[in-house]
Every structure is written in structure tokens, then in C-alpha cells.
């Protein structure tokens, strides 16, 4: 019995992968709303959206290129299926979605330099090897079990301090905080991904973190990338408005906690998205609670 073959669209959506899509939006209008009063510019707003859409599109379709092209991916992968390993999409189509989502990122991103801070320059420089060079490349940084951390950087500081740059906007205490917090649920994406797959990936030589630390070190890892940024701004001394707000974050934070103890393999797949809704609620709460400390 032959699995029936969907359409072409339904295959670019789900190729482009648009639960993701949270993880990109949350640290960067989080880093819009830390923008110094006087300094805030719609449009700059729009274009660095867009520019994060664009690049977490773009990573999506490398990752489906790169580890089809690799032999990562094969028949028994138990994450949702890729584009090129089942012969959905060629290598060619998948190059030529990068290039127009790359391109949309290029795009946006020197408006913003053109009309931001230099640093700007810096971070796209580092933003497009980032995406390239995850699992693309004669040595891919995922490889070596550096993708979270790669993750925390592009998500947390980079998409946040950017954010503030792109606007001209001076760098708070709470801006560096910030940064430094949101993007570790962000990373928590990548811990579920990497657990799931980490028999298949030691197969491949795709040495993760997963790999290297095992499956109960790598469940706490998961933890602290989830329940560190919570502990880490307790509101003491606030309304009580904000203390709800941190249970019900707080509530959430142990159900995603409680479930990767209790999945593994193809059932961490829902986990995914759920983790990536979290670190948007993540991204709301630090909003609120940074601007408790500013006030």
C-alpha cells in the first residue's frame, strides 16, 4: 500500500516548517518593545520581523538540504518527514528556496543596516553563516554538538541587542537580560529535536549533545533551558497581577518538563511545537517582568 504524495504546496509548507516560527518572533519583539522611548520606528520593527521569519525559513530549508544531502536523514527518521529523503522536493528545488529565502533576509537586513547601527553588518555577517553552516558545509557546527548554543546566541543576544541597534536605540541592563534569558527556551527546541533523534544522528556521526550527554543528562538539560529564565526573574515585590503571570508561565514551564519525562522518540515530535509556543510566552513574561524592574 503506496502512501499517497501531497500536494505541492502542503510539501513547501510543511518543508518550511512554520510551527518554528515562534522561536523567531518572540525574541525580536521582545527586543521591539525594550527600545528606549523616542527610538522606535514601525517600519524597523516590520523589516527585523521580517528579516527573523526569513532567516528561520531559510534554516529550516538548509537542514532539509543538507542533512538529505548527507545521509542524516534516512528511511527510519522519526521526526516529521523531510522534503528531499522522501523524494518530495529535488536538491535543485530546495537550493532555489534558499536562495529566495536567504534573499528576503539579505534584503531586509541592509535596509536595516543601511539606516542602523554598523554592529548591524556584523550580526547579518554572522546570521547567514550561522544558517549556512549549521548542518551545511565541510564541517557543520551541529556536528560538534554546538547547535544549542548556537541557538541561544542567534535567538537570545543577537535577535534582542539587534532589535535595539536596528532602532538606534541605546542598550539597557534590561535589553542584556533579556537577551540572555529568551533565547534559552529557544534552545530548549533544539534539546527535544536533538533527544528524539540522537539514535539516528550517532548512526550518521551527528555528534549532538544529545549524543555526547545521553538521554537523562540531556532531559535535564531541558529543565534548565525551560525553568532557568523563570527562576531567574521572580517578581518579588510586585502586583499581584505579575505573580500570576509567572505561575501560569511557571505552569506551563513544568507541563513541558513533565512530558519529556514521560516521551521519547517520535511521540517528542508534538513536544516541538508546544516548547516553541513556550518560549513566545517566555519572550510575553520577560517583557512584563523587565518593565516591572525598569519602572
Request: glycine fraction near 12%; aromatic fraction near 8%.
Amino acid at each position: 500500500m503506496t502512501t499517497a504524495v501531497p500536494t505541492k504546496m502542503i510539501i513547501w509548507v510543511q518543508t518550511l516548517r512554520p510551527r518554528t516560527l515562534p522561536a523567531a518572533v518572540g525574541p525580536v519583539l521582545l527586543g521591539q518593545a525594550l527600545v528606549v522611548p523616542g527610538h522606535f520606528s514601525v517600519s524597523t520593527a516590520v523589516l527585523c520581523l521580517a528579516c527573523a521569519l526569513a532567516l528561520q525559513l531559510a534554516v529550516n530549508l538548509a537542514n532539509d538540504l543538507f542533512d538529505g544531502l548527507s545521509g542524516v536523514d534516512q528511511h527510519d527518521r522519526l521526526g516529521p518527514t523531510r522534503a528531499l529523503q522522501a523524494g518530495w522536493l529535488s536538491a535543485g528545488e530546495l537550493r532555489a528556496g534558499l536562495v529566495v529565502t536567504l534573499g528576503v533576509a539579505v534584503a531586509t537586513g541592509l535596509w536595516l543596516t543601511l539606516f542602523g547601527h554598523w554592529l548591524l553588518w556584523l550580526l547579518g555577517g554572522l546570521a547567514l553563516l550561522g544558517v549556512l553552516g549549521y548542518s551545511g558545509g565541510k564541517c557543520p557546527y551541529a556536528n560538534r554538538g554546538l547547535g544549542e548554543f548556537a541557538v541561544w546566541g542567534f535567538f537570545g543576544p543577537v535577535a534582542v541587542l539587534g532589535s535595539l541597534l536596528a532602532q538606534q536605540s541605546p542598550i539597557t541592563r534590561e535589553a542584556v537580560a533579556a537577551g540572555l534569558l529568551v533565547g534559552l527556551p529557544v534552545a530548549a527546541i533544539l534539546v527535544v529535536n536533538n533527544l528524539r533523534d540522537r539514535h539516528t544522528d550517532a548512526r550518521a556521526g551527528k555528534i549532538t549533545l544529545a549524543v555526547r550527554m545521553g538521554p537523562r543528562a540531556t532531559r535535564r538539560l531541558f529543565a534548565i533551558l525551560t525553568m532557568g529564565p523563570l527562576l531567574s526573574t521572580l517578581p518579588m515585590g510586585a502586583a499581584a497581577w505579575a505573580w500570576g503571570a509567572w505561575g501560569i508561565t511557571g505552569l506551563a514551564a513544568l507541563g513541558l518538563v513533565r512530558e519529556i519525562q514521560r516521551r521519547d522518540g517520535a511521540a517528542l515530535n508534538g513536544l516541538l511545537g508546544l516548547t516553541a509556543l513556550y518560549s513566545l510566552v517566555m519572550a510575553l513574561w520577560l517583557w512584563l517582568r523587565l518593565g516591572i524592574v525598569a519602572g
